[in-house]
């Protein structure tokens, strides 16, 4: 319980430090009128990146999840675009223990630069901050595993602006710390996500 608390007021602290210093920058480059927010959510595609020291009962593999949230857009120009966003994220692994699924729930933060390629077509990329506030691990009945509470990493990917309001993204997250202590468990997620914009 405890742990529960301290992972959530960091959470929202970082994530209000890294929003304030995104509309403070965006505002000295362009009116706050360009700022924009927005409600965001999709699909994730999950597993932890490689192989257990478990055994053959035990690997990873793909298991769906999804993200809900909430985004800023922020130009810095006519072409780069900033935005941060502030997620829910049901990540993990499917097949792990006797085709049991690892549930990892994340509040997530990215920060990611769109650079405007043609028309509505944008590319993406940026870092993101990874905050586990709960998982299944124990259910699992192995003893002696643990789970990393943050994790980071980076994402990469694409956008579409469909009219004002719709924004789809493809984007890859690859994480950079184990998920689980002591195993090779990296985050990967696939997301599709579907912004609408206020």
Not at 111 to 120: A, E, L, R
């Amino acid at each position: 319980m405890k742990k529960s608390i301290y992972v959530v007021i960091a959470f929202l602290s970082l994530g209000l430090m890294q929003m304030n210093a995104q509309v403070i920058q965006g505002t000295t480059s362009s009116s706050s009128s360009d700022i924009r927010f927005g409600a965001k959510a999709g699909l994730n595609m999950a597993t932890l990146g490689g192989s257990t020291r478990l055994g053959t009962s035990y690997s990873y593999s793909m298991k769906p999840g999804f993200h809900l949230g909430g985004v800023l857009e922020i130009p810095f120009n006519d072409i780069i675009t900033i935005q941060p966003e502030a997620l829910v994220s049901l990540q993990g692994s499917g097949g792990y223990a006797i085709n049991e699924n690892v549930n990892l729930w994340y509040l997530t933060v990215p920060v990611m630069g769109k650079y405007n390629v043609w028309d509505d077509l944008y590319i993406e990329a940026g870092p993101y901050l990874g905050v586990m506030f709960g998982d299944n691990i124990e259910e699992q009945n192995i003893s002696g595993l643990e789970t990393n509470t943050l994790d980071l990493g980076i994402g990469l990917g694409a956008g579409y602006q469909l009219d004002d309001n719709f924004y789809f993204q493809l984007r890859f997250n690859a994480g950079f710390i184990n998920a689980i202590e002591d195993e090779n468990s990296k985050n990967r997620v696939i997301q599709v996500s579907a912004v609408y914009f206020l």
